[in-house]
């Protein structure tokens, strides 16, 4: 489905706030494009049948005559413009007026926030293989069971002290 936004408050909620794990698409058009008006219903039609089954895109109409301040904002210099964000983040942008460039750049998008996803979970594994690594060399060296003696070890250890004060005697 399509959204068009109509208030900056508007704006604000459902795409500056916005929490979920969707791919936002911002498409910036021109009241007095019609190109632009053509484009609407093909990607319209290509998110319902793709996605929105699934909840995984949002797309959002921004007239820039209505909102010229939010179209400064994301640089937009020619129309039909589409900026893709992901978790509020730009991931691509699209100038122009092809479905098929359009599904290619969307794709891509996907794809980025995909790896950018992957990356972090896989930072945080080395990062906490390499904090386990660092253990040894914090504790000092623990190839000998003397750094974590268990209660064999320590009963072990206590008699051979008493034996050895006992033969003292």
């Known amino acids: 489905m399509v959204t068009r936004i109509k208030t900056d408050v508007e704006f604000q909620t459902k795409v500056l706030e916005d929490l979920s794990d969707d791919i936002l698409i911002l498409s910036f058009l021109s009241l007095n494009c019609g190109i632009c008006k053509m484009m609407i219903p093909k990607i319209e039609r290509f998110v319902d049948d793709q996605f929105n089954a699934r909840g995984k895109v ?6 820039i005559e209505e909102f010229s301040h939010i179209a400064e904002e994301y640089e937009v210099r020619d129309v039909p413009y589409f900026v893709y964000l992901k978790n509020r983040v730009i991931v691509n942008t699209y100038v122009g007026n092809k479905l098929e460039s359009f599904i290619k750049v969307f794709e891509e998008t996907k794809r980025t926030a995909r790896e950018r996803k992957n990356k972090k979970i896989t930072n945080r594994k080395v ?16 190839e000998s069971a003397e750094y974590a ?11 051979n002290d008493e034996a050895g004060s006992s033969k003292k005697s």
């Open 58 to 63: 949002q797309v959002f109409t921004i007239y």
């Open 127 to 142: 990062s906490f293989h390499a904090a386990v690594q660092s253990i040894p060399s914090i504790l000092g060296d623990t």
């Open 149 to 159: 003696p268990d209660d064999k070890n320590q009963d072990n250890a206590t008699k």
